[in-house]
């Protein structure tokens, strides 16, 4: 009997070895795999984030942002330093100020989205960890002064939906109390954002409103100026129903006139003449 618990402890003790043999082995224990997020987290100053998978090694690292203030800052420009296991991966400029969130649809596509403002318009851009930095994960394919991208307004594990207003074209539009907000959509995939769709549709809580100047023909289609579409009558009121952004990320406006005649307003018809087709 003595010599059979012998054996069953001998065998035991053996098994317990082959198991830390084995944890002990590189690669053979089951990593750590980080967090997602159904939403932006916005990152606190000085507060350690250790739930999320940065590097895409498989495991969950420390993330910690530093917030500098414009009015601290010696250059007068607030920017945001960030912090990767310890160490100073990045430095962000923000103008006058600003917010950074992290994006992780899938623990494989994990984001900063970098929103910083100043000088009347907001600017979001979005990184992700590369070859040991991070690098800008989209190409901005909107016109710089002409959209601006405001924040996130849905996410999925393959999809964004960004917030967009008019830039400078906002005299063109007669909102009365809103900033007209179009949604791009943009795919996710690889840790990269790309543009799903040119076309953009008005938020479904706004109703976006364009008074035209004066009489024109509207195009058919927003990628040419055919002068194919209704006829745009002085004063009259038309809805916006969604914007085309053209390769040079120029904007397009489809509008609806109150008998439901549809046309589109090209960037070509109101930068050909000094004065706005729509305030």
């Not at 250059?75 to 600003?98: H, I, P, R, S, W």
């Amino acid at each position: 009997m003595r010599n059979r618990v012998r054996i069953f402890s001998l065998l035991a003790a053996f098994a317990l070895l082959a198991a830390i043999a084995v944890l002990a082995v590189p690669g053979t224990a089951q990593a750590k795999a980080g967090k997602t997020t159904k939403a932006p987290v916005e990152l606190k100053s000085g507060k350690k984030y250790k739930s999320y998978d940065i590097t895409g090694d498989g495991k969950a690292d420390n993330l910690k942002i530093k917030y500098v203030t414009a009015e601290k800052s010696s250059t007068g420009e607030a920017y945001a330093k960030v912090y990767v296991n310890g160490k100073k991966k990045a430095t962000f400029k923000m103008l006058k100020g600003g917010f950074i969130y992290l994006i992780a649809p899938t623990s494989k596509n994990v984001f900063l989205m970098v929103d910083s403002y100043g000088f009347g318009f907001n600017s979001v851009n979005l990184y992700s960890w590369k070859s040991g930095k991070f690098r800008s994960a989209y190409k901005n394919s909107l016109g710089e002064n002409e959209l601006d991208h405001i924040g996130t307004y849905k996410l999925s594990k393959k999809e964004l939906s960004m917030l967009v207003v008019v830039g400078k074209h906002q005299n063109f539009i007669n909102i009365e109390t809103h900033d007209p907000g179009f949604i791009v959509k943009y795919k996710i995939k690889k840790g990269k954002v790309t543009l799903k769709s040119r076309y953009a549709k008005i938020r479904d809580d706004y109703e976006c409103i364009a008074t035209a100047q004066y009489a024109w023909q509207m195009s058919s289609s927003p990628k040419e100026n055919d002068e194919k579409g209704p006829s745009l009558v002085g004063g009259g009121t038309y809805k916006v129903l969604r914007m085309y952004i053209s390769k040079t990320g120029k904007p397009s406006f489809e509008l609806e006139s109150e008998d439901g005649k549809k046309g589109w307003v090209t960037y070509d018809m109101y930068t050909e003449y000094e004065k706005p087709l729509l305030y």
